[in-house]
């Protein structure tokens, strides 16, 4: 199968724009490390993502200048096959390599963050405490793409910074010379929805439709459709926050298919029942833990329709059971509020000797430390706070590097084929 190599860096200065935006903080009961994981995904059958990429339509094309010398493409698409939360449908934009529209690249797949939310049974919607129902319930437009994803997470335009350009890992990644596929989180669900009912949606239907979760089919559409129609070589994913879980979901879900992406980033964010649910069940609604209530472990678990903790498809299960196809970096940071940093250590961590966001995740990292010759890194950042990836952080996008300069030592194959179901 035809191979290619790392891609040539490329000078960049780039994107000469002003810009003000502000972030959104990122995002059942099941087995420790210490016991047998009853399920895993060799005993039950589980079922492919269908998805479409029919109903795509290309919306708008611009040109962005970068400087007098360079510019980047960048395509606008939305999916009309699958609606938001709330209203509109899912969108996405390609952005080309730098200068180089149309030639053969590696794809940057960039699922951003934005917390989770979930109506509970009086249609209250529970969410992280900077946000509503309505921040990421609705279409995402082309403008809000660009501004707040693309920029926001290439320039030091975030808290009262000076615009210019930071080095960041997506911004490392274009002036590498990838293509970058950026995709919505429009029904506020981890990238992880198949298509269920979106339960207790106070706006349930669309012209009699009812309106189902859709966060994975949809992305990998996207990504299905992007393979289809740009020439594609290797596909990474990178995800911050609630992207971080939607990684991991779209690379075990490709994996099922015999698909097995290049390597996946997966920053902030993972799903290791139970311990995620205890810290919640903690410290909700303390300062500065994100969720403000709501009971993550019943129904919010119920708004993904499928039972990923009993058919063992989060990380400790999958890499107990001999998960090594996919190399995956996880990237947590020790004060990040979203596993307890910045809180008091809770009795069980302080009983283990480790921090509260060490604790959350011993289970995960006992797992890829014990798994022969492992492809996967859990790398805890001692002064990494939340999604350091988006930001100018030296040490850790240094990391990131490093773990991509080792992927691509070793000549990784174009395999991806794409199986949309149209």
């Known amino acids: ?41 060799d005993e039950l059958e589980i079922p492919f993502v269908e998805r479409t990429t029919e109903h795509i339509k290309l919306v708008e094309s611009r040109i962005l200048e970068l400087d007098n010398n360079t510019s980047a493409e960048i395509s606008f698409y939305r999916n009309e096959a699958y ?31 934005g917390g989770y939310g ?16 309505d921040t990421w319930n609705h279409e995402e437009s082309f403008d809000k793409l660009i501004d707040v994803h693309l920029i926001g997470n290439t320039h030091a335009t975030k808290h009262g910074g000076d615009g210019e350009l930071m080095s960041s890992t997506l911004t490392r990644r274009i002036t590498d010379g990838y293509r970058v596929l950026l995709v919505s989180l429009c029904d506020h669900d981890n990238y992880a929805g198949r298509g269920d009912p979106y339960p207790n949606n106070p706006n349930s239907s669309t012209d009699g439709v009812l309106r189902e979760v859709n966060g994975l089919q949809a992305t990998m559409a996207a990504m299905d459709y992007t393979v289809e129609n740009y020439p594609t070589s290797q596909v990474f994913a990178h995800g911050t926050s609630a992207g971080s879980i939607g990684v991991w979901n779209v690379a075990i879900a490709y994996s099922h298919e015999d698909i097995h992406l290049t390597a996946v980033v997966a920053d902030s964010w993972t799903f290791d029942p139970p311990r995620i649910f205890e810290m919640f069940e903690i410290y909700v609604g303390v300062d500065p833990y994100p969720f403000n209530g709501g009971d993550l472990r ?40 979203a596993c307890g940093g910045k809180l008091p250590t809770i009795p069980a961590a302080e009983e283990a000797n480790l921090s509260n966001c060490r604790w ?13 010759n492992t492809p996967h890194i ?25 773990f991509l300069e080792a992927i691509w030592a070793n000549n990784p194959p174009q395999v991806f084929v794409s199986n949309s179901t149209n």
């Open 1 to 41: 199968m035809k191979k290619s190599t790392k891609p040539n860096a490329c000078l960049m200065v780039l994107f000469f724009l002003s810009i003000s935006l502000a972030g959104c903080f990122g995002e059942s009961e099941g087995t420790s490390g210490d016991e047998e994981l009853e399920n895993s995904a």
């Open 83 to 113: 609606t938001c939360g709330l209203s509109g449908h899912y969108t996405f934009i390609v952005i080309e390599p730098i200068n180089n529209p149309g030639i053969e690249a590696p794809l940057w797949t960039y699922l951003h963050g």
């Open 118 to 133: 979930w109506f509970d049974e009086n249609q209250t919607y529970q969410t992280v405490k900077t946000i509503t129902k």
């Open 298 to 337: 019943s129904d919010g678990m119920e708004k993904m329709g499928f039972d990923y903790e009993g058919y063992g498809l989060y990380p400790e299960a999958m890499i107990r059971n001999g998960f090594t196809e996919v190399p995956i970096m996880f990237i947590i940071g020790e004060l990040d509020p």
């Open 360 to 372: 959350m995740y011993d289970n995960l990292r006992q797992t890829i430390d014990a798994q022969p």
């Open 378 to 402: 859990l790398d805890f950042d001692p002064d990494g706070d939340h999604v350091e990836t988006n930001w100018a952080r030296t040490p850790i996008n240094d990391r990131v590097d490093a």
